[in-house]
């Protein structure tokens, strides 16, 4: 993935990008890399906006990375359409709250406690 | 005794003949004590599980031992699938979803430790479906250098424990744990409060090392959560209460303190 315009991407030029992101966070996780981590998470939250902001909020088309086999790539995917499809989303995030032998595990369980305590309000 | 340069050809020959049926009846015993059955019938040659056993009884549990010269397989009764140790010489596999373990000590202690945490995670997934621990320890063997690394394993498989028990703790310290502040130190001193409370009985307990490690990971990355920002940014000028709340919530979600 280059540093190409979002606007010119497709959707699916979209979606996959954002599949190379979630994998990339979770190896940067992995090496406990904050700072490569958070470059990463900056980039896909400016990817999620370009799709949000296309004809008809395109982020639902993240919602077929649900069942993805990295566990970050499906985290992120629900997290970008707690907004639009709330209670699917929030299914995910569930799921992999159950994994708390991993990062995605803690970063699920408190998301929901910040949904449920009105800390997180997605937009 | 003579030595062997007094004795003729054919008698050196005859010595060598009896102890060499002397060492093969020694082996015969030793195999025959350990249940060997040379009629059991074994996989074929060429098959990635080659050399073993398949079935019946003898030399314990069949499926458990470790033969073959290729694609050896610890393979218990209670172990199946994804959570099967395999070793193939150069690298020690984990299932299905589970690291490849170099046999060499990796080169960078980073390379290493992240080895270790997804060792670690593949035996919680184990251990959750009902694998005994002892079974799974059994790649620490295979790959010796993560001997070095099999008490950070063991403690991430700890269960959620009080806080009073994690609060005490501090004062047993032990291998694979470290002491953990629910109100993060460093950013706790930028914003003014007391060394005291810092490091009061309070704010330090004792947890699993690798566990430590993801709670720090989470505060320190960006979260959609905190509008775009970290939990430790978003905690700047807030109150201790609400630090160590966040803290504690850290620490259950991540199975370290009991709910």
Not at chain 1, 30 to 38: A, G, Q
Not at chain 1, 56 to 63: P, V
Not at chain 2, 120 to 145: E, F, S, Y
Not at chain 2, 185 to 211: C, H, K, M, W
Request: hydrophobic fraction near 35%.
């Amino acid at each position: 993935m280059n540093n190409r315009l979002l606007s010119n991407l497709s959707v699916q030029q979209l979606v996959a990008d954002f599949v190379e992101l979630g994998v990339a966070q979770d190896d940067a996780l992995s090496d406990r890399d904050s700072r490569r981590y958070n470059r990463l998470f900056d980039r896909m939250q400016l990817l999620v906006q370009e799709l949000k902001q296309r004809p008809g909020d395109q982020r639902r088309a993240l919602m077929s990375l649900y069942d993805h086999p990295n566990l970050q790539v499906r985290l992120k995917a629900a997290k970008a359409n707690l907004a639009v499809a709330y209670g699917p989303s929030r299914k995910v995030m569930e799921e992999i709250a159950e994994c708390h032998w991993a990062p995605q595990g803690l970063e699920a369980g408190m998301s929901i406690h910040h949904l449920d305590t009105g800390i997180y309000k997605p937009t | 005794m003579a030595s062997l340069r007094s004795l003729s050809t054919a008698t050196l020959l005859a010595k060598i003949a009896a102890t060499r049926f002397l060492l093969s009846a020694a082996r015969l015993e030793l195999l025959l004590k350990a249940n060997f059955n040379p009629n059991q019938p074994r996989v074929p040659r060429g098959s990635a599980d080659g050399g073993q056993w398949t079935g019946g009884s003898g030399g314990g549990t069949p499926s458990s031992r470790a033969t073959g010269p290729r694609g050896s397989s610890f393979r218990s009764p209670s172990i199946g699938g994804s959570h099967r140790i395999v070793d193939r010489g150069t690298h020690v596999h984990l299932g299905h979803d589970g690291p490849a373990i170099p046999k060499q000590q990796p080169s960078s202690i980073r390379q290493a430790n992240r080895i270790g945490v997804e060792t670690a995670k593949w035996m919680a997934r184990a251990v959750m479906r009902g694998t005994p621990v002892g079974r799974l320890l059994d790649v620490v063997d295979l790959a010796l250098w993560l001997r070095g690394h099999k008490a950070d394993i063991m403690a991430f498989l700890d269960p959620p424990r009080s806080l009073d028990e994690l609060r005490d703790r501090v004062q047993e310290p032990r291998e694979g744990y470290e002491v953990h502040h629910p109100v993060e130190q460093a950013a706790a001193r930028r914003d003014g409060f007391p060394e005291e409370l810092i490091r009061s009985y309070q704010n330090e307990t004792l947890v699993p090392r690798y566990r430590h490690w993801q709670v720090t990971g989470w505060f320190m990355s960006h979260n959609e959560d905190f509008g775009l920002r970290s939990p430790r940014e978003i905690l700047r000028g807030l109150s201790w209460e609400e630090r160590l709340d966040m803290g504690l919530q850290a620490m259950i979600k991540m199975k370290i303190l009991k709910p």
